[in-house]
């Protein structure tokens, strides 16, 4: 069998969208799933069966998601209507359209930061990573950080039976600082 040439094939549009909160483990098919029940809660099954949508690939927190040419206005609305997939409370936001999927996973690349090379410690030799990662705390209880996006931060507290996700704010924060460092300094 040959290949269609382009003029041939089915325009489609790819949507680069961020899944909210950062750190949420969720299957490519559950999501798929999810997505679809909002496309058909929303427009129906007609509109739902003409837009295609289906969910690519789930990179880095980011969900690359794929539509019609011509339907991704409409995708783009029933997705921001989705708010839980299985049994986890999630929101998924439209980042970016395009024509490609390359051009999507660059702008992945540029979105996530880099990690930074792991500390080493003084006289232990070269590339041997710090044994003592730091701790933090927010009031008295140890919580692991997952994400922090400039205005939030994201932490987990950590527990023996369960865990919690915290949400802390700038103004969290800036209790949190103003109460640990002295006036002094």
Known sequence: MSI???TL????RYLLAVIDPAGTAIETKDLYYAVYEAVVSLFGDVAAAAMQPSVLAIESGHAILRCRRGAEREFAIALSTLSACRDCTLAVRVLAVSG???SLRERIATLVPQEPDAPTQEGAGEGVPDADPCEYRFGTTPVEPVVWHGHKVDVIEKGFKNTRRLFLT???LEKIHATTIPDGL
């Open 9 to 12: 094939r089915e325009k489609r």
């Open 100 to 102: 490609t999927i390359e």
């Open 170 to 172: 700038t103004e969290d």
């Open 4 to 6: 269609r040439p382009p």
